[in-house]
């Protein structure tokens, strides 16, 4: 992109700035997820002992590995603004963890000015989590008071009980991820809507500034005519579906390293659940059908080449029949992020609203458009603890005797074994856009790189 009258350097070293202040940013999130976390589940459990323990070199790798996530490192090297759009969204979470209403509302309406779309992750997210965090902490599974006094928990509750109790306690059910059917994630939905009726004056007064930062965009589009601003005929916002179907092999190709030591460390401990055969089903039926009804093919990928997408629609585009096939790698990369990702139903269900909202409206596959939903999906990351801190809590060593060799490898070197995945691949893409160079024959003289 060209800013006539501004050197390119300078806005080239804007964006590698913004992503040394991207890393510092990620860092501060990811200690107060934790924080979070630590008041939410408290550290009874093993799984809540290893998100909370985090020292602070394994913190700073984290946002390390973050900064290095390929498409956010290959573009600070340009000048996109999707970098500096991505830090003030990064920004508004910070802040909001921080407990900074008015910062939250100030980055949120900055963001805009960039990315028009990054409401969904700040006014609907943070929304979303700030009505979350009005309810209070969530009901243990089923964690209500019986008749002495103490409590029954690990128990699926009936939809009238998850009524029930929510009108009553105001609070959301909530499993985790690991102990969760698909109808825990209806019965959470409902849990929601009850809670937030009985509880209303509580929960309406923190989102006043939210439902503003919504109302500013709302206004900006009724003046605007449309959400794009610039080319709108290239640009318009229909419904595609299938893109919450790509987003799932997009993590898991940038994110194997880390979502394989999580789900060893899971099944070591006898933690890692396979889905139900009715879930399987009914979700590779609705992804068919989706992918039947609804794939769109933007002409600007297909008439591109410089782009990985191209390659990747040639090859979905080669058969009729391969798109379908795709359905099951789909879902399986799906149910491996997930299980890494590992929150409870209800910042899974948030989740997967702000990533549906900010992606099926976009015609376009393109992977600048994941950024935002990866950052935020690999901060909440349950990074698998290393075995030589596992042991010193009670029962560790029963949970690692059964791992081999290669597993316990894998688990006490996840975050060095994804940093390694992420250069090699910023190295790689890196190389080929400097070396593979290559002309269009409509346009001589000029060079064409690949590029994301």
């Given at each position: ?24 940013t ?31 070199a ?15 490192f290959?573009f600070?090297?340009l ?7 991505t830090?003030?969204?990064?920004k508004?979470?910070a ?16 963001s805009?000015?960039?990315r028009q779309?990054?409401?969904?992750w ?11 965090r ?7 599974f089923?964690?209500?008071a ?23 306690v105001?609070r959301v ?6 102990l969760?059917?698909l ?19 509580t ?21 605007n ?8 005929s ?6 595609h ?6 987003i ?8 194997f ?7 060893a460390s899971?099944?070591s401990r ?6 139900l ?16 009804m ?10 591109d ?13 080669h058969h ?6 795709a359905?099951?790698v789909?879902?399986?990369?799906g ?11 209800s910042?899974t ?10 992606l099926v409206?976009a ?17 909440h ?7 030589k801190h596992?042991?010193k ?5 029963q949970?690692t005797?059964s ?16 940093t390694?995945?992420?250069l090699?691949?910023?190295?790689a ?21 690949f590029?994301?």
């Amino acid at each position: 992109m060209r800013v006539p009258g501004t050197a390119e350097t300078h806005l080239r070293a804007l964006n590698a700035v913004a992503l040394v202040v991207l890393w510092h940013t990620v860092r501060g999130i990811v200690q107060s997820v934790q924080d979070h976390l630590r008041e939410q589940d408290g550290v009874a459990s093993f799984e809540g002992k290893a998100r909370i323990s985090r020292n602070v070199a394994s913190i700073d790798h984290v946002a390390l590995n973050v900064a290095l996530f390929p498409p956010l490192f290959f573009f600070s090297g340009l000048y996109y603004t999707d970098i500096v759009s991505t830090l003030l969204v990064l920004k508004a979470h910070a802040a909001f963890y921080r407990r900074q209403p008015f910062s939250v509302a100030c980055w949120s309406l900055a963001s805009l000015t960039l990315r028009q779309t990054n409401v969904f992750w700040t006014a609907i997210y943070l929304g979303a989590l700030e009505v979350k965090r009005s309810l209070g902490r969530p009901q243990e599974f089923s964690s209500v008071a019986n008749g002495n006094g103490s409590k029954e928990v690990d128990r699926v509750m009936s939809f009238g009980e998850v009524v029930k109790s929510s009108w009553a306690v105001g609070r959301v059910y909530d499993r985790r991820f690991e102990l969760a059917a698909l109808e825990d994630y209806l019965k959470t939905m409902i849990s929601l809507a009850v809670s937030v009726l009985s509880q209303l004056t509580t929960v309406l007064l923190p989102l006043l500034l939210h439902i503003l930062v919504l109302a500013a965009f709302g206004t900006f589009v009724l003046m605007n005519g449309g959400v794009v601003l610039g080319d709108k005929s290239n640009h318009i916002a229909s419904l595609h579906v299938p893109q919450m179907l790509y987003i799932w092999p997009y993590i898991v190709f940038f994110s194997f390293p880390i979502i394989t030591a999580s789900m060893a460390s899971k099944y070591s401990r006898g933690t890692l659940m396979a889905p139900l055969p009715d879930t399987v089903m009914a979700l590779l039926g609705a992804a068919l059908f989706w992918i039947a009804m609804n794939t769109i093919v933007h002409p600007f990928i297909l008439a591109d080449n410089r782009h990985y997408t191209f390659y990747v629609f040639r090859i979905l585009m080669h058969h009729p029949a391969i798109k379908y096939l795709a359905a099951p790698v789909y879902l399986s990369c799906g149910w491996a992020a997930l299980s890494a990702f590992g929150s409870r139903t209800s910042t899974t269900l948030v989740w997967l609203l702000a990533s549906s909202m900010s992606l099926v409206t976009a015609p376009l596959v393109e992977p600048r458009y994941f950024l935002i939903p990866w950052i935020v999906w690999r901060i909440h990351v349950s990074c698998p603890e290393p075995r030589k801190h596992a042991t010193k809590n009670k029962g560790a060593d029963q949970d690692t005797a059964s791992e081999s060799k290669l597993v316990a490898l894998l688990i006490d070197n996840a975050l060095w074994l994804e940093t390694v995945w992420l250069l090699a691949v910023n190295v790689a893409t890196g190389y080929i856009f400097l070396k593979w160079t290559f002309e269009w024959p409509r346009e001589p003289g000029s060079t064409m790189r690949f590029m994301w």
